[in-house]
T-cell receptor, first 114, second 110 residues
């Protein structure tokens, strides 16, 4: 059971470089999310996709863009990476939209921006 | 803005001890969730509490939702090294998005 798969697991970037974080789920879930986790700050929502074909900003969207490629895949793009984007990024999915639904998380992408 | 405050932020105890982690807010939540996150992994849901005053047990873990649905607690009895990890509470805000507390880092030493 793969669940939610994130790639890559680790990445080091230089300031100004761009990259795309990939996320795929095999649970036929409608909603997908991108969070970042920083020490002492819990998880903060960057962007979400309530259903295929829709995306919306979360709490901390600046510097990021997303694409809901299809029902399975939801990617996060950093156009010009900054040191403040050094973090652990988690993708999650849920059957339906809303915080009442159980969210299933991937193992994370650890990103360092130098 | 709805916020969830967890305490303590760090907890280091010996195997066999009991502990309680708190999750507090000034806002009412329709439900609260507790997640556990092991190093190098994503959070995994432990339990959801929905009704004010509700108590749920999961082996040695006891979860309680406050009567006013503004707070929750997680109590672990006779902690074991396998309980080590980051414990997060989370709840849906008025916009339907899930918001998280800062987390409690638990270390149980053998």
């Amino acid at each position: 059971n793969a669940g939610v798969t994130q790639t890559p697991k680790f990445q080091v970037l230089k300031t100004g470089q761009s990259m795309t974080l990939q996320c795929a789920q095999d649970m036929n879930h409608n909603s997908m999310y991108w969070y970042r986790q920083d020490p002492g700050m819990g998880l903060r929502l960057i962007y979400y996709s309530a259903s295929e074909g829709t995306t919306d900003k979360g709490e901390v969207p600046n510097g990021y863009n997303v694409s809901r490629l299809n029902k399975r895949e939801f990617s996060l793009r950093l156009e010009s990476a900054a040191p403040s984007q050094t973090s652990v990024y988690f993708c999650a999915s849920s059957e339906g939209w809303g915080g009442e639904n159980i969210q299933y998380f991937g193992a994370g992408t650890r990103l360092s921006v130098l | 803005t709805q916020l969830l405050e967890q305490s303590p932020q760090f907890l280091s105890i010996q195997e066999g001890e009991n502990l309680t982690v708190y999750c507090n807010s000034s806002s009412v939540f329709s439900s609260l969730q507790w997640y556990r996150q092991e190093p190098g992994e994503g959070p995994v849901l432990l339990v959801t509490v929905v009704t004010g005053g509700e108590v749920k047990k999961l082996k040695r873990l006891t979860f309680q939702f406050g009567d006013a649905r503004k707070d929750s607690s997680l109590h672990i009895t006779a902690a074991q090294p396998g309980d080590t990890g980051l414990y997060l509470c989370a709840g849906p805000n008025q916009g339907g998005k899930l918001i998280f507390g800062q987390g409690t880092e638990l270390s149980v030493k053998p």
